[in-house]
């Protein structure tokens, strides 16, 4: 049995995500109302009914963004790269590149299952490096509630594409 993939319901999505680029709030508000709509109709497209409980592995790379402030890459006037790196079945780290990669800033943070749509995000500390050395490294609170709007499973089981509300929008893709 091969695992089933709903990709003609995603690639609107993706088309709109592409057109908007990955800083939502910089996108037009059609961009934006858009890429809105298409996450919306995914609600109940996919297969998996425990989306939270798919795992998640590797790397997933920042496809868009509503949140305003630094998890959507936008520094001042500069636009970084934004990953999610997997650690392990409870730890990841949320990074932004800046200037090619020359200034890191990663978020250091936890996630609990709370049930089949829900995850309960924790901040832990946030680390910035300049040309590899760190530079900082302070303590960092918060908690979110990251509801999955549309997971979809790899080859490999894992999530590859994510699209969810921290309340903002996110959408990640697995490298």
Known sequence: AGVKSSAPAVMPLLDAVAEAGPVGIDATTEQQARVESCAGALLDAGYEKAQARVPLSGTYDLLYSM???GSNGKVGPFIGKVCQIIVDDKSFINQVQLLGGALKVQLRAERE????????????????????????????EGVGIWEQ???????DGSAKLRVMRTPSLFILRQR
């Open 113 to 140: 299952v709370l049930d089949d749509e829900r995850i309960r995000v924790s901040f832990i500390e946030t680390i910035f490096t300049l040309f590899g050395l760190e530079v900082k490294r302070q303590r960092t």
């Open 149 to 155: 709007v549309y997971v979809e499973r790899g080859l």
């Open 67 to 69: 949140a305003k402030g």
